[in-house]
């Protein structure tokens, strides 16, 4: 069983769908730090002058969990978003079949981060016709940090092989750890697949928030998730931090 794990984030980009289709099971790390000026509350969509940020307003401080982020009461967020969206959206071919349930999300009044982002994860995966599980990390009995959480993740929801992001194999992630404790590990080589895209006259631009591939090619999008990544077994050498890419799976 091959496991994915990942922070919630807002609207996330394609890769992060990726890797959540691959997966037979994902895991959304609800529990970990917020970071300021990360994607846990925001994304890019695309409009006719390039791309911008949606952006959720969050009520943050130092060393805050994910799981205590309360959204700000700054009147109309919600309002704005969706009007964005549309703004952005509304001549895409498949808005008129995905736009109203997701429009519909900014029509609650939420108050927590991580209750918004898992709601619209659900529903975004459902639209992508992506049937995967899905796990929330604070309902699984682990501890531990870094590599050997991660590792105690994958033994609560039965996985022998989990599947990484190359940020996370370069930065942190351990491969011994991995062998040592019997799961395989494959990691993520992207390259953002193209497809059609509203606004022709500012060019293709890649890694936008996935409403972007859903509103524009529809019951194609998880057909053209699949073709931006390959899923690489992981090698190692004698030092823990290299890596070498052994064949594609």
Known sequence: MLAAIHQLHYLPWLRYFEKLARADVFVALDDVQYTKNGFQNRNKIKHADGWGYL??????????????TEIAGVKGWGRKHAR???????????????????????????????????????????????????????????TGESTDRLIEICRAVGADAYYTGA??????????????????????????????????????????????LLFNEGPRAREILRRGAAAL?????????????????
């Open 167 to 212: 940020f996370a194999l370069e930065s942190y992630l351990d491969p011994r750890r991995f062998r040592e404790a019997g799961i395989r590990l494959l990691a993520q080589r992207w390259r953002c697949p193209s497809y059609r895209q509203l606004f022709p006259g500012v060019g293709f631009l890649p890694d936008l928030s996935v409403v972007d």
């Open 55 to 68: 952006t959720v307003p969050v009520k943050a401080r130092l060393g805050q969990r994910l799981d205590q």
């Open 84 to 142: 964005a969206l549309r703004f952005s959206y509304s001549r895409a071919p498949y808005f008129p079949r995905y736009g109203p349930g997701l429009l519909a999300f900014y029509e609650r009044p939420w108050r927590l981060l991580n209750d918004l982002n898992w709601e619209l994860l659900q529903y975004l995966c459902s639209a992508l016709g992506i049937a995967t599980r899905l796990v929330r990390s604070s309902e699984l009995p682990v």
């Open 233 to 249: 077994p992981v090698g190692e050498t004698e030092r823990t931090q290299e890596y070498r890419w052994d064949a594609v799976a």
